[in-house]
């Protein structure tokens, strides 16, 4: 048998490393390629809902290292599209930009405007009865400040009218426009009063969406 010699085992030794190390790169890439293809894969084939539900929760988690939010409730969360159309009907969007987002906790009646573009917290404040309708008082002085108490205790805003032209029994809301009777009847159940209408002959506030009226609660 012919013997080989020392430089040409030398020779083959170094291709047989050769060759290991390029299957070794093959593999390696290989590998690589089938990992990022499985994740593109499930990005590909994620339902909207589920994307969705982790940009929510990427916002809840970027508002929750700015702002000490409410651990035992989970918000509702939007996106500004319109914002012109949003500061005309709520004066809480009044520094709102598009792609802004707002987190509503209807429980702890509060709202959070945060901007994702910069990661900040552009306004919070409290929620009125749903979409920050604006509510007025009147009434005489001592009903209406147990009223205004009630409201601020649920961290509700509102404006003092000061005293009523008309004479009521009991607590009573108005919804003044006409469009929010769902809201009106929540607001009636808050302050423990009834809806109704406006009592003739009193003024109807043009600045506001629903009115309570606190009169002395009959015996």
């Excluded at 009044?94 to 429980?107: G, H, T």
């Excluded at 607590?171 to 209408?197: F, M, R, Y």
Aim: charged share 25%; net charge positive; aromatic share 6%.
């Amino acid at each position: 048998m012919a013997k080989i010699s020392s430089s040409k085992r030398n020779i083959l030794s170094k291709k047989v490393v050769i060759r290991l190390i390029y299957v070794l790169i093959l593999v390696v890439a290989l590998a690589a390629a089938g990992f990022f293809f499985k994740k593109y894969d499930d990005l590909k084939n994620a339902s909207p809902e589920k994307i969705q539900q982790s940009q929510t929760d990427q916002y809840i988690a970027e508002v929750g290292k700015l702002y000490a939010l409410p651990k035992e409730e989970k918000p509702d969360v939007a996106t500004v599209k319109d914002k012109e159309a949003l500061k005309k009907q709520y004066p809480f969007f009044d520094q709102a930009e598009n792609n802004d987002v707002v987190l509503i906790y209807k429980d702890a009646k509060l709202a959070i405007l945060y901007r994702p573009a910069v990661k900040q917290l552009i306004k919070v404040g409290p929620v009125n009865i749903e979409n920050g309708l604006s509510i007025r008082t009147i009434g005489s002085d001592t009903e209406r400040k147990a009223i205004e108490q009630l409201l601020t205790d649920n961290k509700l805003t509102f404006a003092s009218g000061g005293a009523a032209k008309t004479a009521v029994s009991g607590i009573v809301v108005v919804d003044l426009k006409g469009t929010n009777s769902e809201q009106a009847k929540k607001l009636a159940e808050i302050v423990k009063g009834k809806v109704g209408t406006l009592p003739e002959g009193e003024d109807k506030p043009t600045d506001a969406d629903l009115l309570i009226i606190a009169g002395p609660v009959a015996p």
